[in-house]
């Protein structure tokens, strides 16, 4: 199937879309254990690989746009899983971007563990509260994530479409639809490639859903 045929009728019922969020492909960050935030850093083989597979995983769920952060990691894998199914270049949304981790980004967590051993075990545990200096804020990045999903909703209105982000940005997206408090710290961690379904209707803007 053309991930870029046309969905059954029942696919736009009261104008739903599907978005499917996913996290990019792996870098040599993520092996390393440093923290990338807004700190631009390219995919590895390993990860290009990843978006390769995630091409073909994906391709007969009939996706008409691909869209995402600008970093050059989820950008990337974007890029390679488009081509893959003869679609347009993706489409850039600055609110799908990592959250800004102010002066801590590049630093490894090992070096993180000695200097500020306290933040260190807020980053493990994902903490969305963790004070990160000349940073951004969990409300604002909260704001901005769900502003970005809720605009490419309603300019692609019943259709679906596939969004490359990044692993807090998903946690972000989590919270909101499992209704918890932004600062709510959770018992998952999005693995690369891993994805989350989401249906938009005029009624219900954001809710999980699966890829049917």
Same mark, same amino acid.
């Given at each position: ?86 679609? +347009?270049?993706?489409?850039?949304? /600055? *609110?799908?971007?990592?959250? @800004? !981790? ?8 090992? $070096? ?15 903490? +969305?509260?963790?004070?990160?200096? /000349? *940073?951004?804020?969990?409300? @604002? !990045? ?8 809720? $605009? ?61």
């Amino acid at each position: 199937m053309n991930p870029s045929a046309p969905l059954p009728p029942s696919a736009h019922i009261k104008g739903t879309t599907k978005l499917c969020v996913t996290r990019h492909g792996e870098t040599d960050w993520n092996i390393t254990g440093i923290l990338q935030g807004w700190t631009d850093v390219p995919l590895n083989d390993t990860g290009r690989q990843q978006a390769r597979d995630l091409a073909e995983t994906l391709a007969d769920c009939g996706f008409t746009l691909v869209c995402t952060s600008p970093l050059r990691r989820s950008a990337e894998t974007a890029e390679i899983i488009a081509a893959a199914w003869g679609l +347009p270049p993706p489409t850039v949304s /600055e *609110g799908l971007k990592e959250r @800004h !981790f102010g002066r801590f980004q590049g630093m490894p967590k090992s $070096e993180l563990l000695i200097s500020h051993p306290g933040l260190h075990q807020e980053i493990v545990r994902r903490n +969305p509260a963790c004070p990160f200096e /000349e *940073g951004e804020s969990v409300g @604002h !990045f909260a704001d901005r994530v769900l502003a970005a999903l809720e $605009e490419i909703a309603h300019t692609h209105a019943g259709t679906r479409v596939l969004i490359i982000t990044h692993g807090w940005v998903m946690d972000v997206i989590t919270r909101h639809l499992r209704h918890l408090p932004r600062t709510a710290v959770l018992d998952l961690k999005r693995k690369n490639g891993e994805s989350i379904w989401i249906a938009s209707t005029p009624d219900t803007p954001l809710a999980e859903s699966d890829a049917t």
